[in-house]
């Protein structure tokens, strides 16, 4: 397994848990709602689409055949991806105080948006089988272990 699909899914355990304490603190404490936005980004951004990164790059390349285009790619998506998600939830946390905190929501989300915008790229062309060259004698190419 390569360390980023390690790494992204170890990321978005962590947002689940983060997500599901926002989540319970708004059940418990119907104020807390002003928090909806850091509970519903740690949730879908954090730990659903991390996850799925985390899946995709794990599955694709062995479902199509074709090694992953780009493990630069993925390492800009990862670590893009995780500040982006953390700054835009201290943004979302303090924009109900601080009005000022729009510009921590915009800096997060252009940060976010970059990541997520690598993965679309990394995976269209991997799925067009322009990735690295299989060498000849290593049969399905150098980032396709069926297993490990
Ligand atoms: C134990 C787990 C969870 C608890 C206790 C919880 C609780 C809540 C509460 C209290 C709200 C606010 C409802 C309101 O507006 O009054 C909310 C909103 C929301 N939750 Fe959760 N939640 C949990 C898990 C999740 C998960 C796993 C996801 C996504 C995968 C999620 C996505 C959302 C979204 C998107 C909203 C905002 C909905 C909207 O825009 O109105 N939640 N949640
Ligand atoms: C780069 C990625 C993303 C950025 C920058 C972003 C940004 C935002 C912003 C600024 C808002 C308005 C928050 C407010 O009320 O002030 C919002 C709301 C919302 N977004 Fe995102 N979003 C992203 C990705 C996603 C994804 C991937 C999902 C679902 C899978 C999602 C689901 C939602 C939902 C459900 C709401 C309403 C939340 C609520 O009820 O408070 N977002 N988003």
Request: aromatic content about 14%; hydrophobic content about 55%.
């Amino acid at each position: 397994m390569d360390w980023f699909v390690r790494a992204f899914i170890k990321s978005a355990l962590v947002y689940l848990g983060l997500g599901i304490c926002f989540g319970l603190w708004m059940g418990i404490a119907p104020t807390a709602v002003i928090y909806r936005p850091a509970h519903a980004h740690l949730n879908l951004l954090g730990f659903v689409t991390m996850f799925i990164f985390g899946v995709a790059y794990h599955v694709i390349p062995r479902f199509s055949g074709h090694p992953l285009h780009s493990v630069r790619l993925a390492t800009l998506n990862w670590w893009a991806s995780n500040t982006g998600l953390v700054v835009l939830v201290i943004g979302f946390m303090f924009l109900p105080w601080r009005p000022q905190a729009r510009g921590v929501v915009a800096a997060g989300a252009v940060i976010a948006a970059i990541g997520a915008l690598a993965f679309v790229y990394n995976l269209w062309r991997t799925l067009d089988g322009s990735g690295p060259k299989p060498r000849h004698d290593s049969g399905m190419g150098r980032r396709l272990p069926m297993s490990g």
